[in-house]
């Protein structure tokens, strides 16, 4: 033992400074406890998946080639949302326990001629608020103290579920076991003290002293998997140096298991994303009620108010407000937009002062100009308004290119679909459109033209004319009196 130490030792100074790691990240779980047919780690938090929290706080840490995701349960879903980021996938073919997991990775690397890393950290795919200074720190520890095994740990208010970490009772940070939960003997939990110190899943390894034992594994537990925490005992006995690094605050290292646990971490997560937004010049009222993707980006000076939403990757400039009700998502607004109450906009842009709603929907491809307004109960869809431009009441506009400073009026209707294909409409500047107009595309209305309540137009229109499409109206004069006397004789 003490000979292959000193081996190594002499052979890995030049790596242990150039600092040669991979990460591995567990997800090939099921998740049994979410009763869920989604696999957990595509589960969200803070509106992204749980894998890619991990994988974006990995990749901080090492390049993404460097980074293994072991898959297994529902192994194609979890590797199609993985790939987008670079990183490898190791098929986990049976779900026999993180200690399989890891078997796993250490036939990937033998079957595929790929070089080990000198040292693994080994992530869990369902712990994702883990920060890359923790990481690093963790890192680093592992290197500086020479340890076969760093175990990140934690002491959370209440370590129910979780593996605990046994310390050596010698005022070091040497760890002499981790013991899961369900395997806690009467004599232990006599001491709840001595069991508050959480394993979060998260560890550094030495790769030799890793691979070499996890064929020794056992799966003669009570939940009969094969657990990674074992190697902790088995190092200790072999006389390696297995330490213990605290996490500073254990809402990092929580464990999403539950949809409850979920949306506990969830909630701290768009916390930090408001206190985040308020630091940066946003004024958010009732912060607790608005529900902001960790993602999100908005310019100082703007107002959110109650119970808001903006969602995805949507960029909202300064000096906006957006008022109460509204879902934004996957959008980027100005300076100086104002949002009315209730106002849904997916994959929209909406240039400087333009003013929408209230109960605007703009949906993907909708592109709103400088000072235009959008008004109650309008809906755009792949559609252009350019700057100044108005529709203000009951209006769909689909698949339309609307020039500047024209007036859309109550009611209009672009009829886009004539029940096979998509059409576009095309509405020059300065154009006068007036209410519960029908614009049956393919049309165009020339700049300046003028369209005539009410008309069905199914023709172009040139610049500066005015269109009526609609039929003379008939007067009849006393009519209602002349219908009354009718009536009178016949009743007699
Ligand atoms: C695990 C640890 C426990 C620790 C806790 C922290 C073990 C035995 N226990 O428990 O000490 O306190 O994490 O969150 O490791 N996975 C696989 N393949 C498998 C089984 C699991 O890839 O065969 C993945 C899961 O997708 C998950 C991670 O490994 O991302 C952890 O598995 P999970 O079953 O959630 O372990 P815990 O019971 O939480
Ligand atoms: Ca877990």
Wanted: overall charge neutral; hydrophobic content about 40%; aromatic content about 4%.
């Amino acid at each position: 033992m003490q000979s292959r130490r000193s081996i190594r030792t002499v052979s890995e100074t030049a790596n242990e400074t150039a600092g040669d790691f991979g990460i591995v990240i567990m997800a090939a779980g099921k998740g049994t406890r979410l009763r869920s047919t989604r696999p957990k780690v595509l589960h969200q938090v803070g509106g992204r998946a749980l894998l890619l929290h991990v994988i974006a706080a990995a990749e901080t840490v090492v390049p993404a080639s460097r980074i293994a995701v072991v898959v297994g349960h529902q192994a194609e879903q979890v590797r199609a949302a993985a790939v987008v980021t670079g990183v490898q996938c190791v098929v986990q073919p049976q779900q026999l326990g993180t200690g399989h997991a890891l078997q796993c990775v250490r036939d990937w690397y033998r079957d595929t001629g790929t070089a080990a890393p000198q040292h693994l950290l080994v992530l869990s795919g369902d712990v994702p608020l883990i920060r890359p200074e923790t990481l690093a720190r963790l890192r680093d520890t592992h290197l500086q103290k020479h340890a076969a095994m760093t175990i990140l740990t934690a002491m959370p208010p209440d370590p129910t579920g979780y593996g605990r970490v046994l310390r050596r009772q010698d005022g070091t940070d040497n760890v002499d076991a981790i013991v899961e939960q369900k395997s806690l003997s009467p004599d232990m939990l006599r001491h709840p003290e001595r069991l508050r110190e959480i394993n979060s899943g998260i560890y550094a390894f030495r790769t030799d002293a890793l691979f070499q034992r996890l064929g020794e594994l056992r799966d003669t537990n009570s939940a009969g998997e094969f657990y990674l925490t074992d190697i902790a005992a088995m190092l200790v006995h072999d006389g390696e140096r297995v330490i213990a690094v605290a996490a500073d605050s254990a809402d990092e290292v929580l464990g999403a298991n539950t949809i409850a646990e979920m949306m506990h971490l969830d909630a701290i997560l768009r916390s930090a994303t408001v206190q985040r937004l308020m630091a940066a010049g946003v004024t958010v009222f009732r912060p607790e009620t608005v529900t902001i993707d960790a993602g999100v980006e908005v310019g100082p000076d703007t107002v959110l108010e109650p119970f808001t939403q903006l969602l995805g990757n949507t960029r909202v400039g300064s000096g906006c407000r957006i008022r109460s009700y509204s879902v934004v998502e996957d959008s980027t607004l100005g300076n100086h937009v104002l949002l009315r109450n209730g106002c849904i906009l997916s994959g929209a842009t909406v240039d400087d002062d333009a003013l929408l709603g209230p109960y605007a929907h703009l949906r993907p491809g909708s592109r709103i100009g400088a000072a235009a307004h959008v008004g109650n109960f309008v809906e755009t869809k792949n559609t252009t308004l350019g700057a100044g431009s108005k529709a203000n009441h009951l209006t769909y506009l689909g698949d339309a290119e609307i020039g500047t400073g024209t007036n859309i009026g109550a009611g209009v209707i672009t009829c886009n679909y004539d029940g096979v294909h998509k059409h576009r409409t095309v509405i020059g500047s300065g154009v006068f459109v007036g209410s519960d107009a029908a614009l049956v595309a393919p049309v165009t209305l020339g700049d300046g033209s003028f369209v005539a309540a009410s008309s069905c137009i199914t023709e172009d229109v040139p610049p500066g004319a005015l269109a009526l499409g609609r039929s003379r109206q008939v007067t009849k004069a006393d009519w209602a009196a002349r219908k009354q006397a009718k009536k009178a004789a016949k009743d007699t």
